[in-house]
């Protein structure tokens, strides 16, 4: 009889907890039709932490019902853009409102309202999901649940950061943050990247298939990381190999990296120190030992940057040193002029930065390197002609022996690539929120009311595809559009052949925002753009790289059909990346 109530409770609440879904879409039907916007009505809100984990699920099921192909199947899903591109907006307009139970999501799909957004930091504000408390859509109406953990905590894990703070903190932390990324890091983060690429390729190439590119790429990401964030340079080990026992690795660092990153809800939800409870599951407890050895290893670089610093010493060139460096010349020069020392970083605060340029840059830059080799590799004639530029710019030098301030800005065509591949899949999008009050915006020639809680997002990969701004071929993998040619001026010279240029995004009203915009643009950008070119030097230079054909196929079918796996199976996970990588089967060859 016990057993009967206790189940019969949930099922007498259920019509209470449908009544509130129902008014809650009313109320927020009732705001979304004043902006004279599009609306489509999800019964879902986006947000909602567990239909993150089951909306793909779900929505494969519900596309087997007769009715399954409706409003619901197309956009009740996380990374439902990638797949529908600009149609939504073909069809509907540049701005649509989706309407949830739990909040309003006005997806964009214009450049210059966008840039707007950007602009007006104080009017458009992260979203409350990422600075505080959220209802929980479906369960709080319930009353089992009132909030759920910030998604910010993830990133707080160490500390503070440029990533998790608002104001004049975050003014603060990006002061410091910003002049760290100075040439000096990326020279290094050059030097690593073609020695990273170099043992990669020497490994690929010595094997007549490989499926390990995504697991690859992640080992390169990390090892560049490494050297470019703490000094420390290891060898390039392959998926399948074993690291000698008397080598030193980089595992510790790696491991406990990876496993932060893949177990990053239970860190969410129990917080750091909770997860070494012993009644916890074992798996739990090696998320918190992942932690310590993060830690540690942090610590160590610290320390040893500010003893050097201290000594006067000479400094390696290295992020860890060049944030320990500008946070205490910060410190000094707030203290001479104002009599205190309260300016800088705390040494938590540049743990909090650490880890967030490991997190934001490891598997971001990974995954994009994934997804740029295999377009490349439906590419031969792309292959060639970035081939072409390196070994043009590198006549006489080893790879190896090149500097990034002689070789970078002489590779226009490699960095187009980076472009294109980041234009038609970026890692990931930035999410804004009119707050507690509504704002007005621009929206093509009418000025739209955009009402109060409102989160706002960018579709990036509708703005990035949209022939509207990038033409007929806006689907297409093409890196040439990001190369101008100027021919020569001086007359007394015989013709000569054009000179090449990068056409690098204006900074306002552009469609293109792969490393978001505003004045909370990417601070990595321009180190996950090195690091990708001097892989592409690494990789390209001497080889070539071709799907492997699956019986029954030649080479252009298998180029078909690695492009059609591209294009279909690459969605969000933590990040955008190939669902199943190891499904692209890829060939080296030697030029």
């Known amino acids: 009889m016990a057993y009967s109530i206790f189940l019969l409770v949930p099922l007498a609440a259920l019509p209470g907890t449908v009544l509130l879904i129902l008014y809650r879409l009313l109320v927020n039907y009732s705001a979304a039709r004043k902006t004279g916007l599009p609306i489509i009505v999800l019964p879902v809100d986006c947000g909602n932490p567990l239909w993150l984990i089951l909306d793909r699920k779900i929505a494969q099921w519900v596309r087997r019902l007769p009715v399954g192909s409706g409003t619901f199947t197309r956009f009740n899903w996380r990374g439902w853009e990638i797949l529908d591109r600009y149609q939504a907006h073909q069809e509907l307009g ?152 008397t080598t030193e690795s980089s595992s510790g660092y790696g491991e406990a990296l990876k496993t932060i990153l893949d177990r990053c809800i239970p860190l969410v939800v129990l917080g750091r120190k909770n997860l070494s409870k012993p009644w916890l599951p074992k798996s739990f407890r090696e998320l918190y030992h992942a932690t310590l050895v993060f830690q540690d290893h942090m610590t160590k670089a610290y320390e040893g940057g500010k003893r050097a610093m201290m000594r006067n010493d000479k400094l390696e060139n290295n992020l860890m040193t060049s944030l320990v460096r500008a946070s205490l010349v910060d410190a000094d020069q707030k203290g001479r002029t104002s009599g205190s020392h309260q300016e800088g970083l705390t040494e938590e605060e540049v743990y909090g930065n650490v880890f967030v340029f490991n997190f934001a840059g490891h598997d971001a830059t990974a995954n994009s390197l994934a997804i740029g080799i295999c377009l490349l590799a439906t590419r031969p004639d792309v292959q060639d002609w970035i081939a072409e530029e390196i070994n043009t710019t590198l006549t006489g030098v080893e790879s190896r022996d090149s500097s990034y301030e002689a070789v970078f800005p002489h590779l226009p065509r490699c960095l187009a690539v980076v472009y294109e591949t980041v234009r038609l899949y970026t890692a990931v999008a930035i999410a804004k929120s009119t707050g507690s009050s509504p704002q007005s915006l621009k929206l093509g020639t009418n000025t739209v009311l955009i009402p109060k809680n409102t989160v706002i997002i960018p579709n990036y990969s509708a703005l990035h595809t949209h022939p509207r701004y990038w033409g007929d071929d806006s689907l297409e993998f093409e890196p040439s559009r990001w190369i101008t040619h100027t021919p020569t001026t001086n007359r007394s010279s015989p013709p000569s052949r054009p000179v090449e240029y990068f056409k690098e995004p204006t900074t306002r009203n552009s469609p293109f925002v792969g490393w978001s915009g505003g004045a909370r643009s990417c601070p990595g950008r321009k180190f996950a753009q090195v690091e990708f070119v001097g892989v592409l030097v690494g990789l390209f230079r001497d080889f070539r790289v071709l799907p492997v054909p699956f019986k029954g196929e030649d080479e252009g079918m298998a180029r078909a059909r690695l492009l059609h796996q591209i294009r279909t199976d690459t969605g969000m996970r933590l990040l955008l990346q190939m669902l199943h990588p190891e499904r692209a089967v890829l060939e080296w060859k030697k030029r």
């Open 94 to 245: 540049d701005g649509i409102l989706f309407v949830t139970p739990g909040k309003n999501y006005l997806q964009l799909c214009d450049a210059e309202a966008v840039s707007e957004i950007f602009q007006r930091r104080a009017d458009f504000l992260r979203p409350p999901e990422a600075t505080g408390k959220i209802p929980l859509p479906i369960l709080a109406y319930t009353r089992l649940a009132e909030t759920h953990p910030k998604i910010s905590e993830m990133l707080n894990i160490f500390g503070p950061n440029v990533g998790t703070t608002d104001g004049t903190q975050w003014q603060r932390h990006r002061k410091i943050t910003a002049s760290s990324f100075n040439e000096q890091v990326n020279q290094r983060v050059w030097i690593e990247s073609i020695i990273q690429s170099t043992g990669l390729i020497h490994y690929w190439s010595s094997k007549s298939s490989i499926t390990s590119v995504a697991a690859d790429t992640r080992t390169v990401s990390l090892h560049v990381m490494s050297g470019a964030i703490f000094g420390k340079s290891y060898p390039f080990r392959g998926a399948d190999e074993e690291v000698p026992t």
